[in-house]
């Protein structure tokens, strides 16, 4: 007679000692990387941290990124500059648009993400669709922007004297805290559409959108190292991104009074160009602009000798 052998109700704990199973199954957290120079390392720390909604759920395991993380990033960031700044405006036009493309192909994933993070499935809709077309707006303006801003200027001399906007090199990017996508491509975008590449830090309490959008952009034709994307805590690294003496120009997006004069000091080391976004509401529609590009232009003038044809008297 065959002998039945029951199923203990016994389980190995992670210490080896044996516990009765629970009924309910251990979610698997989701463990959110960095992105640096197009790859996507855990942080060179080690550190990692689990954000929660405000139902107290706890939403994933979060890379803590430390000032070696932001070295990397920097120089991942320079080393890709004078590839992207050296590109046909049309071509980061079409990278720009295919970004674009790619949010558009994964926007249940990110309304999702939104809807964990305490927003609202409607604001969440909302909010993918208006990311979805300001990456748009501003593929648009990358080979046109250049025809609105230069200037062939009047000299007293033999010359023809032109002034054009060039890329100012490598900006840090603390991203707005409040929101997880919109706040994060609308000062990525007119950042990397003028030829310039960036380090983020996104938002602390709100990171998932940020390594998702990390993972549209590794699909979407992005050169390695033209946006580097950090997760961790502003009080910790705001000061390494700001005090680096690669980094040419630094956007700040919080309204925090010590951080921006922190900013504005640590500025001052090697003139890098500092702009605070504090007042300005992501989700409205008008909130793009080619002069978000131009702040991180520099004006080049430029002087040709060409000989003065009217004043040497020539005639028939």
Known sequence: ???????????????????????KRV???????????????????????????AAGKKLA???????????????????????WSGRAAFNRSQILYRIAEMLEGRKAQFIEELMAQDTSKAKAEKEVTLAIDRLIY?????????????????????????????PTGVVSIIAPQTDSLIGLVSVIAPVIAGGNTCVVLASETKPLCAVTFAEVLNSSDVPGGVVNI??????????WMVD???????????????????????????????????????????????????????????WHPVENIAGAGGGY
């Open 27 to 53: 979610e698997v957290l989701k463990t959110y990387k960095i992105y640096i120079g197009g790859q996507f390392p855990r942080t060179e720390s080690g550190r990692y941290y689990i954000p929660e909604n």
């Open 244 to 302: 680096h003496m690669d980094v040419n120009a630094t956007i700040y997006c919080e309204n925090n009074a010590a951080v921006q004069q922190m900013i504005r000091e640590k500025s001052a080391s090697n003139l890098k160009r500092v702009f605070f976004y504090d007042q300005t509401n992501w989700m409205n529609p008008d909130s793009q602009s080619p002069y978000f590009i131009m702040d991180t232009q520099e004006i080049k003038t430029t």
């Open 61 to 83: 395991n979060v890379c803590l990124s430390s000032r070696k993380d932001v070295r990397d990033a920097v120089v991942a960031a320079r080393g890709a500059v004078s590839g």
């Open 138 to 166: 501003y593929a648009g303006w990358c080979d046109k922007f250049q025809q609105l801003f230069s200037a062939v200027n009047p000299v007293a001399s033999s010359h023809f004297n032109f002034s054009v906007p060039e």
């Open 230 to 239: 950090l997760t961790g805590k502003p009080a910790e690294l705001a000061s």
């Open 1 to 23: 007679m065959e002998k039945l052998i029951k199923k203990s109700s016994l389980a190995i704990s992670e210490n080896g000692l044996e516990k009765k199973s629970g009924g």
